[in-house]
C-alpha cells in the first residue's frame, strides 16, 4: 500500500450543516479515511459547534465565522482566535491542501495556506456559474471576487476538479487551462419492495394514480424552485393527477409558499421540509 496522505481540506460548510454540498464530502472524507489516508476538514463555526471534535472519524476544525445574506453564506472572521487555529494548523505536517467550492471564504484561505507552505493544491469546483443572487449589487460582487480571488485560486491549484462538464466550463471561463471531471459519487440504495413503496404513498398522501415530480434543494434562487411552481399550474391542464413533491429547508420557504398560494396550486404541490438522507433516499425511490 501506498504511503498514506496527510489530506487538509478547506470547505465552507461541514456537518451538523445537511445538504447535497456536505453530504458528498462525507461520503469522499469517510472512503479517504477508510483508504487510511488523514483528512482534516477546516470549515466555517456558524452553528456554535465545538472548535475542534472528530465526526465519523475525521476531525473537524470550525473557524469562527459569520453567518450573511440571511444565513445562506459563511464568512471566516478575522479574529485573534482565527489566527491562533492557523498558527496550530501551520506547525503540522500535510502533503496536499483540498478547497472545495471557489465562492466559500475558506477557499481564498486554503489557497494562500498553500502559497505561504508550499503544499500543493487541489481545488474542487461544485458551481457552473455565477452566483445567483437577485440583488444587483451582491451579484456584482460576487462576480468581481470570482475572477479576482477566485481566479487566483484556481491560478494555484495543480489540479482544477469539476463534478461535471458545466463546472469544467466554469473553470475555463475563470481562467483554468486543465480541468479534470469527476462526478460526485452516490451511494446506492436497495430498491423498495412494492409494498414498502405504497405505504410511502400512502404517508405522503399520493394514489397510485398521481404522476408524481420530486424536486430536491435548498429553498434559493440557484436552485430554481421558483422557475418550476409558475409552469405547475400549466402543466396541470396537460396532466391532472400532477403532484409536485419538495424535498428541502431555506430562508425562503415563506416566498416559495406564497407563490403557492398565489398561483393556487395547494393541491399539487407538498412541501416535504428537509428529509434525512434515509427519508430522501426513499423518496427518491
Not at 496550530?88 to 505536517?93: D, H, I, R, V
Request: proline share 5%; aromatic share 10%.
Amino acid at each position: 500500500m501506498a504511503k498514506p496522505l496527510r489530506v487538509l481540506v478547506f470547505a465552507g460548510y461541514y456537518v451538523p450543516h445537511q445538504g447535497g454540498y456536505t453530504k458528498s464530502l462525507q461520503g469522499l472524507f469517510q472512503g479517504l479515511v477508510a483508504a487510511g489516508h488523514l483528512v482534516p476538514v477546516v470549515t466555517c463555526n456558524v452553528f456554535r459547534q465545538k472548535t475542534e471534535e472528530y465526526v465519523e472519524g475525521i476531525r473537524v476544525i470550525r473557524f469562527p465565522a459569520w453567518h450573511i445574506l440571511k444565513g445562506t453564506y459563511p464568512v471566516i472572521i478575522p479574529s485573534w482566535s482565527t489566527f491562533r487555529l492557523l498558527r496550530s494548523l501551520w506547525k503540522e505536517k500535510f502533503d496536499v491542501i483540498s478547497t472545495q467550492t471557489l465562492f466559500f471564504t475558506t477557499s481564498f484561505l486554503g489557497a494562500f495556506y498553500s502559497w505561504a507552505r508550499r503544499i500543493p493544491l487541489i481545488h474542487t469546483e461544485r458551481g457552473s456559474c455565477h452566483s445567483v443572487v437577485s440583488n444587483p449589487l451582491i451579484d456584482l460582487i460576487s462576480r468581481l471576487i470570482d475572477h479576482t480571488l477566485g481566479a487566483w485560486v484556481i491560478h494555484r491549484a495543480r489540479y482544477n476538479i469539476g463534478v461535471s462538464k458545466a463546472t469544467c466550463g466554469f473553470l475555463k471561463h475563470l481562467g483554468a487551462k486543465h480541468t479534470l471531471p469527476i462526478p460526485n459519487g452516490v451511494e446506492l440504495t436497495p430498491i423498495l419492495s412494492v409494498s414498502h413503496r405504497n405505504a410511502l404513498r400512502e404517508k405522503w398522501d399520493l394514489t397510485k394514480e398521481d404522476y408524481v415530480m420530486l424536486f430536491v434543494g435548498s429553498f434559493i434562487p440557484a436552485k430554481g424552485l421558483q422557475d418550476i411552481l409558475p409552469l405547475v399550474r400549466s402543466w396541470r391542464t396537460i396532466e391532472p393527477r400532477l403532484k409536485l413533491l419538495v424535498a428541502g429547508g431555506g430562508v425562503q420557504r415563506e416566498r416559495h409558499e406564497k407563490m403557492i398560494s398565489n398561483f393556487a396550486i395547494q393541491d399539487s404541490v407538498k412541501l416535504m421540509g428537509l428529509l434525512s438522507h434515509e427519508n430522501l433516499m426513499e423518496c427518491l425511490q
